[in-house]
């Protein structure tokens, strides 16, 4: 029970990774917001959370919105007195539209941007003053293997995650917030099953050290880990989650 009495917001958390993130949380006693744009699937999650005996409230949210995330920021704190933990999972992954750079219709660019960018750093400031009030806290922003592997767009989004995990970092290290990354492989959600090509994902599985995907129970461990005060001294790290995908030195 890590997180008991602790407060997280866990953005697109009404299915797939988020859904688990958001459950694991319960399960050591935080109260969790889901914070997530789809109504029905948010409702369901906290639903199910409420029914295993934790503590859940779904908000609408859109990332991409600053009104949007304010607002969910208020509903966290008028519901259970303010925020500790902020895991910014939320992203257009699962049907997202394929260009190439080159291609790419300029409006999808930007939206793509809004979302999968910009609403780590929008959903940061929806929380990040409660965080302080408290004493302090964590951020884990999902990035992907995708970051390092020149992804188009839905890459260009992740690395940009990195800098803004290095940036808030150093912002919010001074009052006692950390903010790390976490970068998964393939993971086996509906999302990766209705956007990657099987074949595509044949390959890359084939070529890891731990020839298997992974399971959205294989991401917890590391999220959890990265909140608590058992990495009370780790932050402005990307912490890979790949069955070995990919080695950096
Ligand atoms: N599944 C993988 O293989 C994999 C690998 C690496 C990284 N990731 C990342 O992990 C995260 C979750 O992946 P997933 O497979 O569960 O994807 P998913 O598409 O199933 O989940 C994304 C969730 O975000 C929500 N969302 C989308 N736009 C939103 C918005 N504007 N505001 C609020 N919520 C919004 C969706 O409704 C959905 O519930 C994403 O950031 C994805 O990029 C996934």
New binding site residues.
Partial sequence: MRFEDKVAVV????????ESYAKGLAAEGASVVI????EA?GERVAAEISEAGGKSLFVR????SEESTRAMGQAATSAFGGVDYLVN???????MEMHSLLTVPLDYYEKFMS??QT?ALLCTRAVYKSMIERGGGAIVN?????AWMGAGY?GIA?LALHAITHSLARELGPRKIRVNAI?????D????RTT?PESILKGIIASMPLSRV?E?ADMVGACLFLLSDDAGWITAQILGVDGGQIMRV
């Fill in positions: 953005t697109g958390a009404g299915r797939g990774i988020g914070a997530e744009l789809d699937q949210t859109d990332v991409a999972n939320a992203a257009i992954y699962g049907g979302v999968n609403g999902q990035s992907s293997s995708a839905y992740k970068a998964p492989g393939p993971v959600t509906e999302a990766t990657v992974g959205p």
